[in-house]
C-alpha cells in the first residue's frame, strides 16, 4: 500500500488502529525521496538515522498509550531551523556545515508530539527570495511542473508536500515564504499570528516579521499541525504570553454569516487575470458555502511593498552581522587582518542576493537616510496596521491572491531582483501587520503543456487562525 | 542610475564586505533602482504618525534572576567554530 500520498489525518487513523507502523511508514517515506527527490531536489539533508531512530520511538509512544495527532507522522523541516545534530545550512555557503547543538522550539515540540523529521529541506539562502533559486546549494523544482520554480523561500517544504516526499512541512514566512510556495506546488500553507510560534531556533532574517508555520496538504492537517507548534516560549522575547491554540474548533462549522471582502487592489494591475478569475471564483464558493462576500478598499497596500523591503533588508543587515568568520562555521583562506577576515569571510560565504539586501540594509539605516527611508518605512507601517484593523471592523477575514502571477520558469526571473520582488506585493502586508494568513489551492492555470497550481489567500486580524481554517476546509469540502 | 563609487565603498565597509569588480556596476544599478522604488514612500503623508518598530504588544520586563543550567556551555561556544584544546582559534590578526 503507498502511504506517502496519504495525508496526516488517513495516516493517523491508520496509526491508531494498528494497519501501519511509524517505523513502516518512515521506512516507505525514505524510499519515496531516494526514488523521486533526485527529480524535485526539495531535500538538502535526508536524516535517514534519525528518522528511523524517532519512527522506533513513536511506536513505543503509541504502545504506551500516549500518541497524539502527529505521533509517527513523517515530515520535512526548512533548513532555517535548528535540528540538534542534523545540519543547518540555510542553504548557504556560510553554513554548509554546520550543526547545531541544540533543538529550535518548533523542533523540540515536533519531536516531543512523536513526529518523525525526515530530513531538512531546501530554500532561498536565508530565506531571501522567492524562488529558491537563490539556494546555494541546489536547484529545486516543482513537483506539478519541474521546469518551474517551486516558489520561495520555502520552496523545499512546498516541493517536499506536493511531491509526497513527506505528510508535512514546516515553513518560515516573512514575506510569504510559506504562502506563496504553497500557492505555486498547490498545497495548504498558513503563516501564523506573529507572537503564537516561537523563533527560538530559527536562524533569523527579519525578526519583526519572521513566524514559522505549516504547510499541508488539507487545512484540517494544517490546523493540527499549528496546535503542535504553537505555544508560548520564554527564551523568544517576542513569544505571546497568551492565546488559544484550539485551531482546529470551527472546521467544519458552517460559514452563514461570515463577512469576507475582497480588497479591490489585490485584483488590479499586475495580476494575472487567471489569477484573478480563479480567486473570484472561489469567492464564489464561499459565497455557495454560506459566506458574504463583498468588495473592498485597502489602499494603503500599494506602499506595503517598499516599507517592507526598507524594513526587512534593514533588519537582515543587523541580523546576519553576526556572521564575521569566528562564530558559525566559513571563515575565508589567506588573510592578512581582521578586516580581511570578516570581508572576505562574508563576501566567499554569502551569496549576491544576500550581500544585496545587507549593502540596502545599512544604506536605509546610514545617517542622512535613516529618516527617509527606515522611520518612514516604520510609519507606513503603522498606517497600514490602521487600514487592516478598519477593515476587519466591518468583515471577518479577507480574500486576495496569494502571487499576481503562477509559477515561472526556472531562471525567468532570477536575475532581476526588482521583478522578483514584485511577486512578492500580495503576502507582505500581512507580515507588517503581524496577522495569519492561508493559502490554500483554488485551481490551476494552463502554460503551455503545464499544469501551474494557484491559490487563494485568506487574510484575518490577529488570532483568528480558527476562523481562516473554517472557512479555508468549507472551500476545501464545497469543491471536493 | 547608479550609485557612485564612493557610496558603494562606504556601504561596502559598513557591511564589511568587498564588491567583486565585475559586480560593481550591476551591483550598483540594482541597488539604485530599489532606492527608488523605495522613494515612493516620500509621497506618504507621516505627518504625526508614529513609527512601528514592532507588532508585538509586548514591553520589556524584570524578572527574578534564577540559577539555571543554560546551553552556553564549551559545545555551544565551539559548535561549527575551528577550534584547538577548547579554545577558538583565529589567524593572526593584529601585526
Not at chain 1, 102 to 114: I, N, S
Not at chain 1, 248 to 269: C, H, N, R, V, W
Amino acid at each position: 500500500m503507498d502511504y506517502t500520498t496519504m495525508n496526516i489525518a488517513e495516516l493517523s487513523a491508520l496509526l491508531e488502529q494498528g494497519d501501519v507502523t511509524a517505523k513502516a511508514l518512515t521506512e516507505q517515506a525514505l524510499q519515496k525521496i531516494a526514488d523521486t527527490d533526485g527529480r524535485f531536489g526539495a531535500y538538502l539533508t535526508v536524516a535517514q538515522e534519525e528518522a528511523m531512530r524517532q519512527a522506533e520511538a513513536a511506536d513505543k509512544m503509541r504502545a504506551a498509550g500516549n500518541a497524539g495527532p502527529l505521533t509517527g507522522i513523517p515530515f520535512a523541516m526548512k533548513d532555517n531551523i535548528c535540528t540538534k545534530g542534523v545540519r543547518t545550512t540555510c542553504a548557504s555557503k556560510m553554513l554548509e556545515n554546520w550543526l547545531p547543538v541544540y533543538d529550535a522550539c518548533v523542533t523540540e515540540r515536533l519531536k516531543a508530539a512523536g513526529a518523525v523529521m525526515l530530513g531538512k529541506t531546501n530554500m532561498d539562502e536565508f530565506a531571501m527570495g522567492s524562488s529558491s533559486e537563490n539556494s546555494a546549494l541546489q536547484v529545486t523544482r516543482n513537483p506539478a511542473a519541474p521546469d518551474y520554480v517551486p516558489g520561495g523561500s520555502s520552496g523545499g517544504s512546498a516541493a517536499a508536500v506536493a511531491a509526497d516526499e513527506c505528510a508535512f512541512a514546516i515553513g518560515s514566512d516573512t514575506g510569504g515564504s510559506i504562502r506563496q510556495p504553497a500557492s505555486f506546488c498547490g498545497v495548504v500553507g498558513m503563516k501564523p499570528t506573529y507572537g503564537t510560534v516561537s523563533r527560538y531556533g530559527l536562524v533569523a532574517y527579519a525578526s519583526s516579521f519572521d513566524q514559522i508555520g505549516p504547510l499541508t496538504k488539507t487545512v484540517a492537517d494544517n490546523a493540527k499541525v499549528l496546535e503542535a507548534i504553537s505555544c508560548h516560549d520564554r527564551r523568544d522575547s517576542t513569544s505571546l504570553p497568551q492565546f488559544d491554540t484550539n485551531y482546529s474548533a470551527l472546521i467544519g462549522k458552517d460559514l452563514t454569516g461570515m463577512k469576507i471582502g475582497l480588497p479591490q487592489e489585490y485584483f488590479g494591475e499586475g495580476i494575472h487575470p487567471e489569477v484573478a478569475a480563479l480567486v473570484r471564483k472561489a469567492a464564489d464558493q464561499l459565497a455557495s458555502a454560506g459566506a458574504v462576500i463583498e468588495e473592498c478598499s485597502l489602499p494603503a497596500v500599494s506602499y506595503a511593498l517598499p516599507a517592507y523591503y526598507v524594513l526587512c533588508c534593514a533588519e537582515a543587515s543587523s541580523n546576519l552581522a553576526r556572521f564575521d568568520g569566528i562564530r558559525y562555521g566559513f571563515r575565508a583562506e589567506g588573510i592578512e587582518d581582521l578586516d580581511q577576515l570578516y570581508r572576505k569571510t562574508r563576501t566567499q560565504g554569502f551569496g549576491k542576493e544576500v550581500r544585496r539586501r545587507i549593502l540596502l540594509g545599512n544604506y536605509v539605516l546610514s545617517a542622512g537616510y535613516y529618516d527617509a527611508y527606515y522611520k518612514k518605512a516604520q510609519q507606513a507601517r503603522t498606517l497600514l496596521i490602521r487600514a487592516f484593523k478598519e477593515l476587519f471592523g466591518k468583515y471577518d477575514l479577507l480574500l486576495t491572491p496569494v502571487a499576481p502571477t503562477p509559477a515561472y520558469k526556472i531562471g525567468e526571473k532570477a536575475s532581476d531582483p526588482m521583478e522578483m520582488a514584485l511577486g512578492d506585493i500580495c503576502t507582505v502586508p500581512v507580515n507588517l501587520g503581524g496577522l495569519p494568513a492561508i493559502s490554500v489551492p483554488c485551481g490551476t492555470v494552463t502554460d503551455g503543456s503545464a499544469q501551474l497550481p494557484v491559490g487563494f489567500q485568506l487574510i484575518g486580524p490577529a488570532f483568528s487562525e480558527a476562523k481562516i481554517y473554517q472557512a479555508a476546509a468549507a472551500y476545501e469540502k464545497s469543491v471536493k | 542610475m547608479q550609485l557612485d563609487a564612493k557610496t558603494l565603498d562606504t556601504l561596502a565597509w559598513l557591511s564589511r564586505l568587498d564588491i567583486p569588480a565585475e559586480e560593481a556596476e550591476p551591483l550598483s544599478e540594482s541597488i539604485a533602482e530599489m532606492l527608488t522604488y523605495f522613494g515612493q514612500l516620500s509621497e506618504l503623508d507621516t505627518e504625526g504618525v508614529e513609527p512601528t518598530a514592532h507588532i508585538a504588544p509586548l514591553e520589556n520586563v524584570l524578572r527574578e534572576d534564577i540559577p539555571a543550567e543554560t546551553r552556553l556551555d564549551r559545545d555551544l561556544l565551539l559548535s561549527g567554530t575551528q577550534s584547538e584544546d577548547g579554545l577558538i582559534t583565529l589567524p593572526k590578526v593584529i601585526g
